[in-house]
């Protein structure tokens, strides 16, 4: 299986994966969930009200507090009907008692089978607004009521595709053959939520995942990405990102990552990320994390990146390229992700190719300001660039000796001596022309230096200098 396929699969499953803390997944354990779910709901006096049918009592005398077993057998009978009945108290009824339960039985009804959420389309509801009704309950100032609307109505958007539909063009219209029901405002209203909810989460452990949770199968929808970076959502998820230590943070970690990754496919939520700080997060993670599904992600969140022009050279020149050799010598289970290593790899090399441009480094020696980039360390830059050291009467290496007599800064000096020893290695005639350019008492005057750092590459340069070219060789580096 593709790696992205792997990752589709997996974002569909994502709350019933076993590696869901129990305070992030809503589950039948869930203490409130049990105790609104033994509630004895009036259903008579409803109907005596006129807020439900005849039809509707008799469906819920049949299907309230029976077995799972015998509630899936009606549901399978006549699912639709259920859903109808459930859909009219959610939006006639405002008791919050009763709105909690219904909530309960859907949330818990999709639980056993999440596949049930195709029965909000079928095709009886062609001309009715099943998202509404949830949308609006997202405002309550209650809790249970806004996770349980959240993770039901995201489901039941997610179904839509499952059920013969689709999106069609910028106004997220949706068709199922017969009059198109607009969505824009259904998920404009719902990314909006989940925002806030990253911003000013209403519940301070659950706000957080749980919007987090349902961006990841959300933004699956190329118009829901629109409306996320229309959002600045972008920069909300970014903090999310950071090596986690506990499950529970770690499927947060692995959820967010996996937000980044389907707005990798999205060109104006990559400029978005490109403007931000990610890159030093993601490296962090996958120099911490052991969780594999988590590396995968990672990993493929980078690749993307790179393969869209983005973040390479600073990617490599954070060490990336270290960080995949490191990860390929490690025993993983998943074949999915030793594939990504590997490309990942062979894109870095590119990017490595590119960035080791003479040009580059000359426009780094010209600003008398060194540091210690891909490039000095990089064999192949030196092989091939060396004879264009010889240009405008050897410019660049007569600014990287003037840098040995100016420059205070440590770092800046260590590796100006570091360039001039590997010029010497690597021209024909560079010891003569450092020689000539009086390069020798420069570069010995720095061995007395007080930093440690520029008295070793001093050291060293000095021993090219004064060896033979035989013996230049044997010398480390």
């Known amino acids: 299986m593709g790696s992205r396929a792997r990752l589709l699969r997996e974002y569909k499953e994502i709350q019933r994966d076993e590696d869901v803390d129990p305070s992030i997944q809503i589950s039948c354990d869930d203490t409130a969930h049990i105790k609104v779910l033994k509630r004895d709901i009036p259903w008579e006096a409803y109907m005596t009200a006129k807020l439900i049918s005849g039809t509707g009592l008799q469906l819920l005398r049949r ?18 009907a259920y859903m109808r009945v459930f859909i009219g108290i959610l939006r006639d ?86 009059s198109p029901v607009a969505l824009d405002d259904v998920l404009r209203g719902l990314v909006d939520w989940l925002c806030n909810q990253l911003k000013r989460p209403s519940h301070p452990t659950r706000g957080i995942p749980t919007a987090v949770s349902s961006l990841a199968t959300l933004l699956r929808e190329p118009y829901v990405r629109a409306l996320f970076v229309q959002a600045d959502g972008v920069h909300l998820i970014v903090p999310l990102i950071s090596p986690a230590s506990s499950q529970q943070y770690i499927q947060l970690l692995y959820e967010a990552t996996l937000c980044m990754w389907l707005l990798s496919f ?32 990672t990993v493929l969140t980078i690749k993307n990146l790179i393969s869209k022009g983005v973040l390479a050279s600073q990617m490599v020149e954070l060490g990336l390229p270290k960080i995949v050799q490191s990860l390929k010598l490690q025993a993983w289970s998943d074949e999915d992700l030793t594939e990504a290593l590997a490309s990942l790899e062979e894109s870095l090399k590119g990017s490595v190719k590119k960035l080791s441009s003479f040009d580059k480094y000359k426009q780094e020696v010209l600003s ?110």
């Open 63 to 80: 299907y309230d507090h029976r077995p799972e077993n015998v509630q899936a057998a009606l549901l399978d009978e006549n699912g639709a």
């Open 93 to 178: 009824i405002t008791k919050e008692e009763t709105v909690e339960y219904v909530l309960a039985l859907v949330d818990e009804m999709m639980l056993a089978n999440p596949q049930r959420a195709r029965l909000f389309h079928d095709k009886s509801f062609a001309n009715e607004d099943v998202y509404q009704p949830f949308l609006s309950l997202l405002s309550k100032r209650n809790w249970f009521i806004q996770e349980r609307s959240c993770k039901i109505l995201t489901l039941v958007i997610s179904a839509r595709s499952k059920a013969g539909e689709g999106f069609n063009g910028v106004n997220g219209m949706v068709s199922n053959g017969k």
């Open 266 to 297: 999205f060109e104006a939520a990559v400029d978005a990320i490109a403007s931000t700080r990610i890159l030093p997060r993601l490296l962090d993670v996958l120099k911490t994390t052991t969780k594999e599904k988590v590396v995968r992600v």
């Open 368 to 477: 008398g300001n060194l540091d210690w980039t891909s490039m000095h360390k990089d064999p192949g830059f030196w092989s091939e660039n060396i004879l264009k050291f010889e240009d405008n009467n050897f410019q660049v290496l007569r600014i990287l000796l003037t840098i040995l007599d100016t420059s205070k800064e440590p770092k800046t000096l260590s590796i100006a001596c570091y360039d001039i020893a590997h010029f010497i290695q690597n021209h024909p005639s560079g010891r003569g022309i450092v020689l000539d350019l009086k390069g020798k008492d420069r570069v010995m005057s720095l061995m007395n230096h007080e930093n440690q750092d520029v008295r070793k590459e001093a050291l060293i340069c000095a021993q090219k200098l004064l060896l033979s070219a035989k013996y230049i060789s044997y010398l480390q580096p």
